[in-house]
């Protein structure tokens, strides 16, 4: 039994109907015979055949499109960036002085000591450097109506689980963990500070620039026209979940079914028989 589409048709004066078709193809197809037991050609194989799209169809393209659109402005942006690392830099002749920066060095007594290369390798590790316009690195705070001057508190790097691996075991063990709340969640951010700080002191120098950094101002613009957009239009986390599959830091643990302060004793007991 042969089978026809249904598609739109006239008939002459004969009484004769005549039915058009799209393509060769589609009268090939509606003209077949059709397997034994089959519906037949029917208005849906001829939207199939004609390549129409349905609505839900063009919604999904759209989203596709879009996200495509984000990918490519990505990668656009790592293709700038490295072109501008790859600028390099310029020497600065004479030098000049950028205001003071301060850092911590081995105590004397310790420099001196057999364990002086031990305690300077742990210190490349988790040393911070502050700058500041003052060389007393003071800041104002408001205490009791009045503006003061205090001292900036400055404290060693405290390092992570993927830094602490690749310590030895005898640098592992001048630090002890602690953890944080990340913002007003239960996500837990589990970190490992350094247990005898007192063998480090702050060191004050002169922040002396010998060399600028070359910037080339037409990458420079388009780099922060797309970062705009990006960031304004808030497409970032889209951009991440396409990119990694997620927009959650891996690094934290999630307690959804704990509050705050229960969860805050547990861990308090917790680290407290690890450390001890």
Known sequence: MLC?????AFTVGTGIQFTFYKSEKCKTMATAECPPGSPGRTGETYVLLGRFKTARRKKRLQKEGRDKQLVQLY?????ISEQQRNLGYAELVPPVQRGWKRFFVLRPDVMKSKESEFF???LEKI????YSHRK???VKRRRKGKKVQVDRI????TIY????QKMTEKEKGFFKQEWEFIGHSTRILYKYVFTEAWRFVLKTEPNMITKVKIIDPVLKSRQDEIDMYLDRNGLYPRLFRQMTGSYKDGWAKSHPQKNRSALKRELNNELKSIND
């Open 120 to 122: 300077l390798g742990i």
């Open 136 to 138: 007393d690195f003071k």
């Open 154 to 157: 400055q404290l060693l790097r």
């Open 75 to 79: 990668r656009e942006l790592e293709d």
């Open 127 to 130: 040393n911070t450097v502050r």
């Open 161 to 164: 689980d993927f830094e602490l």
């Open 4 to 8: 026809r589409l249904s598609v739109p």
